[in-house]
């Protein structure tokens, strides 16, 4: 889920910007210090939105920059346990498919695709055996997610599932909402 985050830190301006305006040159070093920054807290950080506030600077003896403390709100992407989002399909391996969700990328385990007997094709295709349904590179799918890992902090890990009512293939789910036509025996 996307959030909206305001912190407060001090912002190091180097003096090579002392003659930029310096609302420009505080927004740049926070572009610099928080743009992908991960952590379990504020999850993935996206963009810096606005500068809420830069306060007085404080020049430190023998560093020659100014720091000012500020004030400024971050766009952030924290993924939550069994959230519903939608993804596109980036890679498929044998063992499951690879999901850009915002972003950041999520696996769904071969057996987590479906409810069906999935097979692997050389043209990396998942395949359902009795349903005949297939996953593609470029497929846009609706998934939930079922594991959050922040065990390596530079690459969380999030794992998914599409086997639960709702969820699939958009062109499953469309599929799944028309009507089966009925078949009428005449006497």
Known sequence: MFYKVQLTDHI???PNTFSEDTETSVIKEIKNKFEGYISKELGIVVDVTKIV???????IPGDGAIYYNTDFELLTFKPELQEVVIGIIKDIADFGAFINIGPI???????????????????????GKESKRSLR???????????????????PKLGLTMRQQGLGKLEWLEEEKKPVAKKVEKK
Not at 53 to 59: F, N, P, S
């Open 105 to 127: 990328e999520g696996m769904i385990h071969i057996s987590q695709t479906m409810d069906d007997f999935v097979s692997f094709s050389k043209d990396k295709v998942l395949l």
């Open 137 to 155: 590179v470029g497929d846009v799918c609706r998934t939930r997610l079922i594991a959050i890992s922040y065990k390596d902090i530079t690459n």
């Open 12 to 14: 190091r301006v180097p």
């Open 53 to 59: 506030k830069v306060k007085e600077g404080t020049i």
